[in-house]
Every structure is written in C-alpha cells, then in structure tokens.
C-alpha cells in the first residue's frame, strides 16, 4: 500500500481555495491516519493519475459518491439525493441503506456493511470533557453566522462552528454539551458516537440535497426517520432540552452503535493492526 494514503474528500482547502475545512468532511482524513497510522495525500476522486493502475484512491466520509471514479475503494462514504449518478467502484461499505440501495439500482455490487465512519471516532480519541454547557446548537456552516447571532447572549448555549482544521479542539466542544440540536450531519452522527442525545434540526433551506443523507444515516443505526423541526429563531434552551428528551430517536443503542463500528473495523483496508 506504502506509505502514504491516497485519499478524498470533499475538502474546502483543496477545492474552494479557503483556510479551513468543513469539520465533517476533514473528519475522514483524521480518521483514516488514525486508523492506518500513516499519513494521507488528498486527491481528486474522478481523475486519473498512473499510479490509480497499481494504487486505489479511498473515498470515506462524506456524501460524495458522486464524486468517485472506477479506480476508487468507498469505505462509508454515502449519496447526497435520491437519484445521484455514481460511478463503478469497489464498495466495501456505504454510509447506510439508502445508498446501497441506489448503487443496486445502477447495477453495483455493494454489501451490506453500514456505517458513517465517524462512529469510530471514540475508538480513537476518547478524552474527558467537562459538561459546561446544557445544549450545543451546530448550524450547517451555511447558516452559522445567522444562528450565532440568535444565541449570543444564551449563557447554557454553546454554539459550534464547524469550519475548522481542528477536529480534536471541534470535538471537545461537542462533547462539552449535554444535548446537541444540529442541522449538520455530523454535529449529530458524532454526538451519537459519545452517546450524547442529538436531534436534526433545520435552520434554513440553505443545505445541498434531498436529505437523504439524513435519513441514510438514521436507519443505518436503527433510528426512524423524521421530518426535523424548523427554528427561524432561538428557542428556549429548557424548551429545546425537553423536545430531544422527548424524541424517541434522539439516541442509537450503545449495541448498534458497537455492531456498526465492529462492521466497519471488519473490512477497512488500510487498518493497522499494529496499532
């Protein structure tokens, strides 16, 4: 394999020329050096270089299959609507059904071995962190600089910025919350990893997709899917609190979260077992 990880993702550094990255997305390269113990090389996905004939390129976390090109390996990658044209791969594993689902109705094999990869991250960084806050509010990058304004002066509130090249210090600030309402994806997939209750919200209409990601993600670990409740405005944290304490799928057994991670462990092809 040697010793660098020839890996993509969707990477605002690389792709849209900012200063940081989109936490969720940077996520996979943390992970993937976390797991492999070597360092990655971000490539593009659908382009070709020589070395794709001897040396694959991994696509991980992300919706960002229709990103892939056929020398690429998807380990928990998953689509961003419900009619995403992919190109053939080696699957290995997808991010939930629904997107192994529409990889069989374009004729690919793909098993049916479930996971975002961002499960794993307490596998891999577990620290102990202070509860200082009774409820974490992280908006879709898109919609930060609007919800921040909603709950500056909220002194239980933390809101969380995922633009970022810090996945550690992010992570801190996540389980710094007793209860997460997110409009982004993995503001909830990692608040469920460290068993912290977390709900979908949506803040606007400004997030890309059908939200089939969502959905994806939800039924992966055995969740309901649910239409997610609108906020145009702050809401009271004790009211917040109460309607995650309320809702049924604000958390995945610790059972299924294991199997998941144990699934994903199973067939990751770059795992050192050194490590």
Same mark, same amino acid.
Not at 31 to 53: D, M, P, T
Not at 158 to 163: D, L, N, P
Not at 172 to 183: G, T
């Given at each position: 394999?040697?010793?660098?990880?020839?890996?993509?993702?969707?990477?605002?550094?690389?792709?849209?020329?900012?200063?940081?990255?989109?936490?969720?997305?940077?996520?996979?390269?943390?992970?993937?050096?976390?797991?492999?113990?070597?360092?990655?090389?971000?490539?593009?996905?659908?382009?070709?270089?020589?070395?794709?004939?001897?040396?694959?390129?991994?696509?991980?976390?992300?919706?960002?299959?229709?990103?892939?090109?056929?020398?690429?390996?998807?380990?928990?990658?998953?689509?961003?609507?419900?009619?995403?044209?992919?190109?053939?791969?080696?699957?290995?594993?997808?991010?939930?059904?629904?997107?192994?689902?529409?990889?069989?109705?374009?004729?690919?094999?793909?098993?049916?071995?479930?996971? %975002?990869?961002?499960?794993? +991250? /307490?596998?891999?960084?577990?620290? =102990?962190?202070?509860?200082?806050?009774? $409820?974490?509010?992280? *908006?879709?990058?898109?919609?930060?600089?609007?919800?921040?304004?909603?709950?500056?002066?909220?002194?239980?509130?933390?809101?969380?910025?995922?633009?970022?090249?810090?996945?550690?210090?992010?992570?801190?600030?996540?389980?710094?919350?007793?209860?997460?309402?997110?409009?982004?994806?993995?503001?909830?997939?990692?608040?469920?990893?460290?068993?912290?209750?977390?709900?979908?919200?949506?803040?606007?209409?400004?997030?890309?997709?059908?939200?089939?990601?969502?959905?994806?993600?939800?039924?992966?670990?055995?969740?309901?899917?649910?239409?997610?409740?609108?906020?145009?405005?702050?809401?009271?944290?004790?009211?917040?609190?109460?309607?995650?304490? %309320?809702?049924?799928?604000? +958390? /995945?057994?610790?059972?299924?979260? =294991?199997?998941?991670?144990?699934?994903? $462990?199973?067939?990751? *092809?770059?795992?050192?077992?050194?490590?």
């Amino acid at each position: 394999m040697g010793q660098i990880i020839r890996l993509y993702w969707w990477s605002e550094i690389y792709i849209q020329k900012k200063k940081k990255e989109n936490y969720g997305d940077l996520l996979g390269k943390y992970l993937v050096e976390k797991i492999s113990g070597k360092k990655v090389q971000w490539l593009r996905a659908n382009k070709f270089y020589f070395k794709n004939l001897w040396q694959p390129v991994y696509v991980t976390i992300g919706s960002i299959l229709e990103h892939i090109g056929t020398h690429c390996t998807v380990w928990g990658s998953g689509i961003i609507s419900r009619d995403a044209q992919v190109a053939g791969a080696t699957f290995l594993a997808v991010r939930g059904p629904l997107s192994r689902k529409r990889l069989q109705e374009l004729n690919y094999n793909c098993p049916a071995v479930y996971g %975002d990869p961002a499960l794993l +991250l /307490p596998l891999y960084y577990h620290p =102990k962190i202070e509860k200082k806050y009774k $409820l974490g509010i992280i *908006p879709h990058i898109n919609d930060y600089e609007v919800v921040k304004e909603w709950y500056q002066n909220m002194e239980q509130v933390k809101v969380i910025h995922f633009r970022t090249n810090d996945v550690e210090q992010t992570t801190d600030e996540i389980l710094s919350c007793e209860y997460i309402l997110s409009s982004s994806l993995h503001g909830v997939i990692v608040a469920h990893a460290y068993q912290t209750p977390a709900v979908q919200v949506r803040f606007s209409n400004n997030i890309h997709g059908d939200g089939v990601k969502y959905h994806d993600y939800f039924l992966s670990v055995g969740l309901n899917t649910y239409t997610p409740m609108e906020l145009f405005e702050a809401q009271a944290v004790e009211e917040s609190i109460s309607y995650i304490k %309320d809702h049924i799928d604000a +958390l /995945p057994s610790t059972s299924k979260i =294991k199997q998941i991670q144990q699934g994903l $462990l199973a067939v990751c *092809p770059f795992k050192n077992t050194a490590i």
